[in-house]
């Protein structure tokens, strides 16, 4: 309520696609590691099978009586389908993410999810946020894009101003729940506590009331932390929030291991 915000999305800039190919040199491995490995559980979730070798299980393993460490029992795995997924990744775009260059490794870890996505056909939608008198929400990656440039509109990525999560948060939440997937994950990369509000108090509440609401439409959040202000951060995405809402928080005071 009361909250302006104004929703940008631009053509991609002329460096944006040099910064692409410079960022897919430092992550594309990643990329297709990622790929790589979940194709593989996925078609071992579809095949099924005897997984054998294990400390509990349903059957005794003859072949594995021999072993010294006591794997000698075995299940069957039956064939299931794979849930089909929908991602959303919101980004800190405020002043302070221009320090140790943050915004870098931040623009790379959404480029390599997004990457992952479009190969695993997984949609995925990407925003930035930052606020100065109102709310702007950057539209970098978006469901349903058509003209193929949103992996170089992640590229132009540029820091300012303050931030107001829970707008941005509010904003980008609805959108994913409004997909038919059945899992819905929500990334949330900052490096600090949201500064556009009147009081931490007031920023508390509105964070916490957008995990409550959405939680409710099985959103699950994944809040990362980079930089050194992880307590902030962490206490307003996780806690004093039953597990079923609060973020899962990872904190990462390096930056340049977020993609990793």
């Known amino acids: ?108 870890t959404a480029l390599l999810i997004y990457e992952f996505g479009m190969k695993l056909n997984i949609p995925i939608m990407v925003y930035a946020h930052n606020a100065a008198h109102q709310t702007q929400l950057f539209d970098l990656a978006d469901y349903n894009s058509v003209d193929g440039k949103d992996r170089y509109r992640i590229c132009d990525l540029t820091p300012d101003g303050c931030n107001r999560d829970g707008m941005a948060l509010r904003f980008c939440s609805k959108k994913l729940s409004e997909r038919k997937e059945t899992t819905k994950i929500m990334f949330v990369i900052s490096d600090g506590k949201p500064s556009d509000y009147d009081s931490e108090e007031d920023a508390d509440r509105d964070i916490k009331q957008v995990l409550l609401d959405f939680g409710k439409e099985n959103i699950k959040y994944i809040t990362i932390g980079i930089g050194s202000d992880q307590a902030g951060i962490e206490k307003y995405y996780s806690q004093n929030l039953s597990p079923k809402v609060a973020a899962r928080f990872l904190s990462c005071e390096d930056p340049s291991l977020l993609p990793v």
Not at 8 to 25: G, L
Not at 36 to 42: A, D, G, H, M, S
Not at 90 to 97: E, H
């Open 1 to 108: 309520r009361s909250v302006n915000a104004n929703i940008i999305r631009e053509y991609p800039s002329a460096s944006a696609y040099q910064i692409y190919e410079d960022d897919m040199q430092e992550i594309g491995f990643l990329v297709n590691k990622m790929v790589n490995e979940i194709r593989r559980k996925i078609k071992d979730h579809q095949n099924g099978g005897k997984l054998n070798g294990l400390y509990m299980g349903r059957y005794l393993d003859q072949h594995s009586l021999s072993r010294y460490d006591g794997r000698c029992l075995c299940r069957n795995d039956l064939p299931e389908d794979i849930p089909n997924m929908a991602i959303g990744i919101l980004i800190d775009s405020s002043g302070s993410m221009n320090r140790d260059s943050k915004y870098v490794y931040a623009r790379r």
